[in-house]
């Protein structure tokens, strides 16, 4: 990313800082909805690019090497997000209205999930579920050598598929579907999974030519398909 670029995203990221300051004087928890909104949003593009990147060392392909320094990038911004995610725990009631005594005295059916919806228990997930993401991030991310010249890590790719399966499933039964607990859907933990990853640019590059190393060599065979 260019300097001006960079200057371009940090004066935005101080524009929105600002506004969340106004926000918060007027009404803290109609800002605190909204700001949980829109990290459900942008939370979809590091775990998507993580998925792509589990997929490539699993499945290997032109498309990954297109596209491999892009996801990499990608997933690296996993621990910013990671604390962009600390303020929603810090204030659960103004999201969840399962935090709520007197919702849960309405709906008895919510009463029941008490026990999985508790908050130090809801919260103690989320962690897990962000320390999970991490690690695998950083397992799967390299630097040092260009993308095209590392070989694909099958073996921790089949751990890092199941891990990330469980825990992006999971996750997004316990922040979204949670939001109205007296719905269930034990469907959407793959709907949102199959969300998170993006194939159209994938698609649109995998016909490209082989990314080429220093010297016009092609990639080392470990590397094709």
């Keep these: 990313m260019s300097g001006r670029a960079q200057g371009a995203a940090l004066g935005l990221a ?18 605190t909805r909204a700001y949980f909104v829109a990290l459900m949003v942008v939370w979809q593009l590091p775990l998507g690019c993580l998925a792509l990147l589990i997929a490539w060392h699993l499945l290997g392909g032109r498309w990954g090497l297109a596209l491999g320094e892009a996801l990499e990038a990608g997933v690296r911004t996993l621990p910013l997000l990671a604390l962009l995610f600390l303020p929603v725990l810090l204030d659960l009631s103004a999201i969840y209205p399962w935090t709520r005594p007197v919702f849960v005295a309405e709906h008895p059916r919510v009463a029941a999930k008490l026990v999985w919806l508790a908050p130090g228990f809801f919260s103690l997930r ?29 073996r921790l790719a089949v751990v890092a598929a199941i891990l990330y399966a469980l825990s992006a499933a999971v996750a997004s039964i316990d922040w979204l579907v949670s939001l109205d607990p007296r719905v269930p859907s034990s469907i959407f933990g793959m709907l949102a999974m199959s969300r998170q990853a993006v194939p159209r640019p994938g698609r649109r590059l995998a016909g490209g030519p082989w990314p080429r190393r220093a010297g016009g060599r092609p990639p080392p065979p470990h590397v094709r398909p």
């Excluded at 101080?14 to 800002?31: N, R």
């Excluded at 991030?137 to 095209?148: D, K, Q, S, V, Y």
């Design 14 to 31: 101080l524009v929105g800082i600002l506004a969340l300051a106004i926000g918060a004087t007027f009404d803290l928890a109609a800002v």
């Design 126 to 154: 989320a962690v897990v579920y962000l320390i999970v993401w991490l690690a695998l991030g950083f397992a799967l991310t390299g630097a040092g050598r260009p993308f095209a010249e590392r070989p694909r890590r099958r």
